[in-house]
């Protein structure tokens, strides 16, 4: 069974520069979460999505940070513009269902902001 | 607010011999999930055990088991055997007992195994 795929897997940008990530979860798996880990620490959740809809979304800097789920599998999270403190791992997960269930992670995108 | 910490950043074991990593967390929810993750150098974050707030028996994954004490809300990570494989960030997480709730992650305890 194919894992979470992430691309790029490195990225390097200006400030102010936009930059896009892309996941494809697991088949079949209707929960995807995008996480932002900073260096020294733990993963944060952005937004997750059950299906194509969002379920939880509060912790995304939505002035700067936006993400779609179309037909409910591939995921695009968008950063525009990208500031310094932007520069971390981004993580996509995805899960069976709910969020009590299994998450399994991607190998996640390095992101630098110069 | 949940809060997960792990006063540990940095472990160093030899092969073969036991380690315990350590975890607290604060919450008032009386049901909930608690995880420990490892990340090795890869990346790839994958789910080593978890334990459900309302079984009082510790869970176990073949060398790895953990000691949950839900009174003194501490949830340690024991690696019995460890192995160069085990070298890894490791993380420990909490969700509270919601179909929906985020899983809120500690800071990690790096964890080096030497040959």
């Known amino acids: 069974e194919a894992g979470v795929a992430q691309s790029p897997r490195y990225k390097i940008i200006e400030k102010r520069q936009s930059v896009a990530f892309w996941c494809n979860p697991i088949?079949?798996?209707?929960?995807l979460y995008w996480y932002q880990q900073i260096l020294g620490q733990g993963p944060k959740l952005l937004i997750q999505?059950?299906?194509?809809?969002?379920?939880?979304d509060s912790q995304l800097p939505k002035d700067r940070f936006s993400a779609e789920r179309l037909k409910g599998v591939d995921s695009t999270l968008k950063i525009q513009p990208a500031k310094l403190e932007d520069s971390a791992v981004y993580l996509c997960?995805?899960?069976?269902?709910?969020?009590?269930?299994?998450?399994?992670f991607g190998p996640g995108t390095r992101l630098t902001v110069l | 607010a949940q809060t997960v910490t792990q006063s540990q950043p940095e472990m160093s074991v030899q092969e073969a011999e036991t380690v315990t990593l350590s975890c607290t967390y604060d919450?008032?929810?009386?049901?909930?999930?608690l995880f420990w993750y490892k990340q090795p150098p890869s990346r790839q974050m994958i789910l080593v055990i978890r334990?459900?707030?309302?079984?009082?028996q510790n869970a176990t994954e073949n060398r790895f088991s953990v000691n949950f004490q839900k009174a003194a809300k501490s949830f340690s990570l024991k690696i019995s055997d460890s192995q160069l494989g085990d070298t890894a960030m490791y993380f420990c997480?909490?969700?509270?007992?919601?179909?929906?709730?985020?899983?809120?992650f500690g800071k990690g305890t790096r964890l080096h195994i030497l040959p």
């Open positions: 997960a995805s899960s069976l269902g709910t969020g009590t269930d299994t998450q399994y």
């Open positions: 088949s079949g798996h209707a929960t």
């Open positions: 999505f059950q299906n194509n809809g969002v379920v939880d």
């Open positions: 919450t008032s929810e009386s049901n909930y999930y």
């Open positions: 334990q459900e707030a309302y079984k009082q």
């Open positions: 997480a909490f969700m509270k007992w919601s179909r929906d709730d985020k899983i809120i």
